[in-house]
């Protein structure tokens, strides 16, 4: 982890930049740590994840492309989960993916509710 942090904090942002846009999806799911990530589509943010959210389920559960861009907002740690591994953590667990499962749907449903408070409220912009 130190030698990522120190390789990041030599580039500038043009590197990062650079390397996201050349970058390719990295087959794992991610939870938020510490920080915060920027849900884009085109060039609008439409969402902010926190700390304790989880990035790259949509695609973990119905196996199609990301929707959208996430990047950090920030200075953020995220624990990487190979989707091979909990693949396999799901298939030989029916318990752990019970409740995996159960805790992917209360993500996608807490932001629904959100963002449909924003929109009966009048608000615009991001989700969060």
């Not at 884009?40 to 439409?46: A, L």
């Not at 907002?73 to 993916?97: E, M, N, R």
């Amino acid at each position: 982890m130190r030698k990522a942090l120190y390789v990041m904090g030599i580039l500038n942002g043009a590197d990062v930049e650079w390397m996201a846009a050349n970058g390719q999806p990295v087959d794992a799911l991610f939870v938020i740590l510490d920080g915060a990530m920027d849900v884009t589509t085109g060039k609008r943010t439409i969402n902010r994840l926190l700390c304790g959210e989880i990035v790259g389920e949509i695609s973990f559960v119905d196996s199609h492309p990301p929707s959208a861009t996430v990047a950090a907002a920030g200075f953020s740690h995220v624990l990487a989960i190979p989707c091979g591994l909990l693949h396999a953590k799901i298939s030989t667990d029916p318990w752990f993916a019970s409740r995996f499962f159960r805790a992917l749907a209360v993500f996608p449903a807490d932001r629904l509710r959100h963002a449909n408070g924003l929109i009966s409220n009048g608000g615009g912009g991001a989700v969060r």
